[in-house]
């Protein structure tokens, strides 16, 4: 996500954006009416009252499932900020002491270089060693014992995701399994640029490993819900984004959704356009394409549906990219923007950095510690994550 982590990047470019497309509007589908099946004996009003309501659970289950709507009730906006558990020194995420920090996504899980089939936080530190040196489980009991919630995210820039390097599925998808039975997360989490991003193979390993596990969990009762974090410019996702949409879809996972990262845009934000703007676009765009995606996938959502399928994500005060700065204003406006439209997710890279850089450190790049502007007494993540109607869970 930025290149200021060990475990992530900034993000890629280098795929080519899309050219625009028409939007195209949900088609609505009928059925020709039935006459009623006679019983020859007729039920007792219990009874006939427990059927109906059995077949409505089902049917309504069943338009959840096919929707790709996760089958309990939508959230309204939420906040989890992106937390970087590799960097030196550590986020303190387990305290949780406010409605911006209670709620955390744990950043990244990556293809351990010792076994490109078994996941490590970033290159360093295997689950194990990360639950030793770091304390990670432990601290995310006390956040849980606090009221908050972690999800994790797999991936980043500067690594490889494991469906990148491991090509056994069988064992791609055991590791995917280790991590959620090891945190038991409110999500997981897929940050896919550069090579993850570009490499076709990949995603469709990725997104078979993540079908079959996400079914198992809904048959056992426990639902996991799966994200999709992508790079995207004014114009939208770009066509390899789209193409990790399509590939999840078409194996059958239920996307919670998908997060842009509203940050690093290069040449493709016009001189005139301020970040806040750069990011109202993005999303407006990314809304117009997964509409066709999804209608593609035999999915018909509505405009409303569209935007509980989104999340916003931009990389706090100085980006890496020269001239980039997402300040304190943005923030504030970007809430509201979201919570206008019921966008279902908001996030920052990163809760790391959400605070004003020493005096001493005089800077014109990103820092992985702080956010590169003057934040006064304020934090961005209050500014994002206060007041808002819905949790992460």
Known sequence: MSAISRGSGPAARAEKEPSPRPVAQPVAGGSRARRPFQLRQPSSPLIT??????????????????????????????????????????????????PGTRDVVLAFLVASPQDFCVASW???????????????????????????????????????????????????????????????????????EGADLLDQAGGERRARAVAALQGDRNSSGKELPVWLTLPASPRGLTDAGIAAVEQMLQAGVQLAGVNIM????????????????????????????????????????????????????PMIGRNDLPGEIFGLDAARDLKDYAVELEIQRLSMWSLNRDATCPSSEQREDASFTCSGVDQGGSRFSDLLGSGLPGRMD
């Not at 939420?78 to 995420?93: C, E, L, N, Q, R």
């Not at 490889?160 to 997360?185: F, H, I, M, N, W």
């Open 49 to 98: 009252g427990l059927a109906v309501a059995t077949i409505l659970a089902s049917v309504i289950f069943f338009w959840a499932w096919r929707s790709g709507l996760p089958t309990g009730a939508a959230q309204p906006t939420w906040f989890a900020g992106y937390v970087d558990v590799t960097v030196s020194p550590p986020y303190a995420f387990e305290a949780g002491a406010t």
């Open 122 to 192: 970033g290159p360093t530190y295997g689950l194990e060693e990360a639950n030793t040196a770091l304390g990670l489980e432990k601290r995310i009991s006390d956040l849980r014992s606090r009221g908050g919630s972690a999800a994790v995210s797999f991936g980043g820039a500067r690594n490889s995701e494991l469906a990148t390097t491991c090509r056994d599925e069988g064992k791609l998808r055991t590791a995917y399994q280790d991590v959620v039975e090891r945190y038991e997360p409110a999500f997981i989490d897929f940050d896919l």
């Open 262 to 313: 509203t940050m690093n845009y290069g040449a493709s934000r016009s001189i005139s356009q301020g970040m806040l703007e750069a990011a109202k676009a993005a999303a407006d765009a990314t809304h117009d394409q997964l509409s066709i995606v999804y209608q593609r996938a035999g999915i018909n959502l509505s405009r409303e549906q569209l935007w509980k399928k989104i999340g916003l994500t």
